[in-house]
Nanobody, 125 residues
Framework: QVQLVESGGGLVQAGGSLSLSCAAS????????MGWYRQAPGKQRELVAT???????NYSDSVLGRFTISRDNAENTVTLRMNSLKPDDTAIYYC???????????????????WGQGTQVTVSS
């Protein structure tokens, strides 16, 4: 079992910046992907940004160029730096991790997803 603990978030004016951090508890398994998703009131949860253990990043079009995701593999942490925030960025932000569990010496594995509890980001106009 892996726990994801988020920090950061809060209230900021449009055009401002915020950072979110997420720390994963220790695991013997490999954390393949870490990232952030968000869910605004009345909307489905959507991808914000992800980063693999190799450092490959992926951003939604709505945040590309404004948000930056980074990861510390040694500490099992992921950080989302959010600049030029807009009211449309208002949502609950969830940390996500995909853990790869190897089940035998032949390398068979399965992936398991974990979520944080969510942290509120509110951008005022």
């Amino acid at each position: 079992q892996v726990q994801l603990v988020e920090s950061g978030g809060g209230l900021v004016q449009a055009g401002g910046s915020l950072s979110l951090s997420c720390a994963a508890s220790r695991t013997r398994s490999s954390i393949k992907v870490m990232g952030w998703y968000r869910q605004a009131p009345g909307k489905q949860r959507e991808l914000v940004a992800t980063v693999t253990s190799d450092g490959v990043t992926n951003y939604s079009d709505s945040v590309l160029g404004r948000f930056t995701i980074s990861r510390d593999n040694a500490e099992n942490t992921v950080t989302l730096r959010m600049n030029s925030l807009k009211p449309d960025d208002t949502a609950i932000y969830y940390c996500h991790a995909t853990i790869r569990v190897v089940v035998n010496v032949e390398g068979a594995y399965f992936d398991r997803d974990y979520w944080g509890q969510g942290t509120q980001v509110t951008v005022s106009s």
